[in-house]
């Protein structure tokens, strides 16, 4: 679940080389991988979005030139960026629209900006897209022609990647599988953009702490109880110690939560029949090192094999990604080693 | 909603010609195409799909023969063929694998076969995507850089075209979004593959029959029970008719049929977000020539306006495909002059 390859050395490492940008609301990633997607160097800082994009945006630049240094490359060493960012965004154009988490920062070039400040050509993606391609170059997905990623957290990020192709979208809003429906009816739970049935109305860490608040309003008997007497907040995390300690509520959130993404994931199988979909983020209850991920994933399993069909249902791999934060920069940084290939007409 | 081209003469026609195939249960459709997907000569013949694959797919390729000639063509100036047909299939192996509406063809190569018999190379496809290949090509979807298609009939069919690429997925298995979720409950209607809650349990022909019975059946009050009472069988067609003739029940079982549609369309919307949507099939309940089609196609929109990202609702083009039953073989043409132009490096 954490890093893959420790860090290598330049002498060592293949070139060419990129940098890859994980902007997010808090921090900002940067990384510096070689030609096989092993970093050379990476670092993390501050976003300090309150300040305005152009100031971060010069900052991040400056971050790629560091980045660089510390891998002890020469500047020229480096092909390209990529800059993997949260939406709302316009890809094609370089743009960030409305991006919910970066008030303020809306509908700056931010991909010409960097460019300006680094001096180097830059690749646009989404963060989740970017994240996808991470683990489909070097991390859980390498032996997958296609593939799903999707990122539980606060909410549900998703990338897709067919045989290197990264399903964008025609408006940059390709792969919000957080947003696909699983349940039609008029009293849905409300998804946090406004509308009803979506998957990240259920299976987000929003949704699993709102509805575990409903089963303690309701009365339920829980661990939980005395945790949040002594002033413990709800979280995923919380819920997450509790089913591991034995309680049998928190296990039951957990699991109907898996049981939500079987469904999802159903849909998935069905419109796209990946080789594989990988679950990344804060909300995979530890992953495989950890009993109640492997509950987590084996629910998710079950789920699948009652709504798929049989033989996808018996092909598919569904497994934890194994990149951790290092996701983020290392795929922005191969999707700019796929824009570089591309331009050198290698691809 | 018919044939889009008048036949062309080979004089007038574009080089290179590819010949398109659309096998189905019944009959077998075959064309010949120019580069620019004009039909030059169409023919149909019967799949007499009980005397086993081997005797059609020998009656198939002197079908291709017969249309190259009718067209006035030398068999030399066709480039390749197309063959679109029903799944389940292995579309990299050029199998059938198990037809569900071909009984007893489990296993059988029919594009090597094919080849063999009409001497031609033959591109082997999906026949959902081939249709889809063509509207993208020369119908409704010829604007769109991506499109879904969706075809209404006694189950749902569904082909993903981006950019040229067709969804295929990795066991055969790609856009089959008739299987998509829109309902996780546990006693969601029965899908007829045998897993609940799919979007063909909804939204199919088999599905609009069954909720029209069970309505009747509850007692509604509709025009349908005179003509069930003088012997005419409850199908999608008659629904139609007495929604047009004023039935406020089979008007409302045709909206509601658009209301699931609306659901799985904003599914397909945040997984792929395509140019366009469009529908075709059977059941499109007369598309833009008549009040009720467009009455449903509205009826569809308004429900993708509720439940999408407010930008895609926007933006999408949702409308009836334009090809009819030309599209399978004009589609499985196209897909063969693809992996012609692949071939020959100029793609």
Redesign the interface.
């Known amino acids: 679940m954490s890093t893959p390859h420790p860090l290598v050395s330049a002498e060592f490492a293949k070139p060419p080389f990129f940098v890859g940008v994980d902007l997010g609301g808090t921090s900002v990633k940067v990384g510096v991988v070689d030609d096989w997607g092993r970093p050379l160097a990476r670092l993390s800082i501050p976003t300090q979005s309150e300040n305005g994009p152009e100031d971060a945006t010069a900052r991040m630049g400056r971050a790629v030139t560091d980045a660089i240094a510390e891998a002890g490359l020469e500047p020229g060493a480096v092909a390209r960026v990529g800059l993997g960012s949260p939406g ?1 965004m316009d890809i094609p154009n370089g743009m960030l629209v409305a991006p919910v988490n970066l008030k303020g920062w809306d509908n700056y070039p931010i991909r010409d900006r960097l460019s300006h400040f680094c001096g180097l050509s830059v690749t646009f993606a989404n963060d989740a897209a970017a994240a996808a391609y991470g683990e489909y170059w070097v991390g859980s997905g390498q032996a997958f ?2 593939m799903v990623l999707l990122t539980l957290g606060t909410g549900i990020g998703c990338g ?1 990647i ?1 045989g290197d ?1 990264s ?11 957080g ?7 008029e009293d849905a739970r409300m998804c946090g ?1 406004g ?4 998957l990240e109305a259920y299976a987000s860490a929003t949704a699993v702490v709102k509805r575990t608040q409903e089963g303690l309003d309701a009365g339920r008997a829980s661990s939980l109880v005395k945790r949040v007497g002594r002033g413990d907040p709800l979280t995923p995390k919380v819920v997450a110690e509790e089913a591991a300690a034995g309680d049998a509520f928190s296990l039951q959130i957990v699991l109907d939560t898996a049981k ?1 993404l079987g ?2 994931i ?10 594989g979909v990988l679950l990344a983020g804060a909300m995979t209850f530890g992953g495989n090192d950890a009993e109640l991920g492997r509950l987590f994933l084996a629910r998710i399993k079950e789920e699948v094999q ?4 049989a ?2 249902a018996e ?1 598919i791999t569904i497994d934890f990604a194994s990149l951790g934060a290092d996701a983020g920069f290392i795929g922005a940084a191969g999707l700019a080693r796929l824009a570089h290939q591309r331009a050198a007409g290698s691809l």
Request: with cysteine; aromatic share 4%; proline share 2%.
């Open positions: 709302t022609h296609s897709i067919i192709l399903i964008d979208g025609e408006n940059s809003h390709g792969a919000e599988c947003h696909i429906i699983i349940n039609d009816a953009c509308r009803r049935g979506h939500y469904v999802g159903t849909t998935l199988l069905h419109t796209i029949d990946p080789n009652r709504r798929a069909f033989l996808l092909r």
